[in-house]
């Protein structure tokens, strides 16, 4: 397989037209190595062959949609500048049927798919310039996919039938990984996505006050929790207050406290707390979760929030489905994990006091925060901090035979330790008396 150019043709930082700028490295970004840049055996296209007359797709199609279409021909216009697809080709104008007969016209979207993905594009706006969201790419991406179906309309890509239909999500599936992937790595989307730790009680820890000597305003779950309760005034903000104790008290990924039943849970007698069973996403396993009533604490306690969102309805069923009954938040049974996650930041950051450190706290921090503090704790091993985040056991002891791993369940006695530290207690492994 042909490797892509190691410098970008010499037009590659021209502007497209007035209105879209390409943002270009030294060099074209690599795609991957199962991505194939051109024919191996280099076809030869007749050059004398005659023009196709002009496809009558765009017929019908409203004038925004024939914009778009024209904008992103001039993206594969773009995309063949840059990487030698095939000799001579340089715009989709040169592209013959001979180039992309069989599963070539497949290569080139795949090709193409990838690079949108992973090229930072900007739009002008006024007098500056406007990143791209990954919305706009898909509008784009979906555009172009048209205008080569519309200009190529007897190849195998632009059939209805079942199996190019199941290419093409597949493909969509993988351009909107890369969308998400890119943006991850992207060194300035990654400074501006990245979450500070939420701790407990900055005003009382001596450990993880590093903000207080970086010169910046501190956030902690204690102010947010108690701007939580004085907004509290119907259903949905008693039930924000108990999302964040919950899921700060479980450790718990940003929509996993979506899952959580009433009915897949009990009262453990020995521990004194109710032990739900959690849902582990990214595992796809379930695990015990215990929740302790905080020892010091009340605005982050998830039993004195459990009580402000009864009070407020949130034990009411006359309204809900025989299917969302059991659930703790029934309200979140129908919408996706990530839009729950993407509410708990909203809910965060709308009851952070700072504007300017809004942006540096997402459903994430509360997670770093609480996992940096259980690692800090004296009291817990590393098993024992792991057993109650849900992840892989390694911890920092002698290394761990996965075979035997798969055969250990999740027991209340491992995941206990965990929920005591968050609660504020210093011996972990005692039985608790949490109410006296």
Not at 213 to 226: E, F, P, Q, T, W
Request: aromatic residues 10%; hydrophobic residues 30%.
């Amino acid at each position: 397989r042909s490797e892509p150019p190691s410098t970008p043709h010499a037009n590659s930082t021209a502007l497209l037209d007035s209105t879209i700028q390409y943002q270009e490295t030294s060099t074209p970004p690599l795609l991957p190595l199962y991505i194939i840049f051109r024919h191996q055996n280099n076809m030869n296209v007749n050059n004398n062959q005659k023009k196709a007359p002009p496809p009558a797709g765009n017929m019908g199609l409203a004038n925004k949609t024939v914009e778009g279409d024209g904008t992103s021909t001039k993206y594969l216009d773009k995309y063949l500048t840059i990487y030698d697809q095939w000799p001579g080709v340089i715009k989709l104008a040169d592209v013959k049927e001979e180039h992309v007969e069989g599963e070539w016209l497949k290569m080139f979207l795949l090709n193409f798919a990838y690079w949108m993905a992973i090229t930072p594009l900007k739009k002008e706006i006024g007098e500056g310039y406007l990143d791209f969201t990954m919305s706009s790419k898909e509008t784009y991406y979906k555009s172009a996919k048209r205008v080569l179906s519309i200009k190529f309309p007897n190849n195998d890509f632009s059939s209805k039938q079942q199996d190019s239909t199941d290419w093409h999500k597949v493909t969509k599936a993988y351009f909107d990984t890369e969308c998400k992937r890119s943006r991850i790595e992207n060194e300035v989307e990654k400074e501006t996505r990245k979450s500070e730790p939420l701790y407990k009680d900055l005003s009382s820890s001596l450990t993880v006050e590093r903000a207080k000597y970086l010169g910046l305003d501190r956030v902690d779950a204690k102010s947010i929790a108690l701007s939580l309760i004085q907004k509290v005034k119907h259903y949905d903000s008693g039930s924000r207050l108990a999302e964040f104790n919950l899921n700060r008290a479980a450790l718990a990924r940003g929509g996993e406290h979506s899952y959580a039943r009433y009915d897949e849970g009990a009262f453990d007698p020995y521990f004194q707390a109710p032990d739900f069973d959690w849902s582990i996403i990214k595992q796809k396993e379930r695990q015990c979760m215990l929740v302790f009533c905080d020892l010091n604490l009340y605005m982050v306690c998830p039993f004195f929030s459990f009580a402000v969102f009864f009070l407020f309805g949130g034990l009411r069923r006359d309204t809900v489905s025989d299917l969302k009954k059991p659930f703790i938040f029934p309200h979140l049974r129908s919408i996706r994990s990530d839009s729950v996650a993407n509410r708990m930041t909203k809910t965060l950051q709308n009851n952070i006091e700072f504007p300017d450190r809004k942006p540096a706290f997402t459903s994430r921090s509360m997670r770093k925060g609480s996992m940096t503090e259980n690692r800090l704790h004296r009291d817990l091993s590393p098993d024992e901090e792991v057993a109650r985040s849900g992840h892989t056991p390694g911890g920092g002891g002698p290394p761990k035979n996965s075979n035997a791993e798969g055969y250990v369940a999740s027991t209340p006695g491992m995941n206990a330790p965990g929920g005591l530290a968050l609660a504020g207690y210093t011996n972990c492994h005692m039985q608790p008396v949490p109410f006296n």
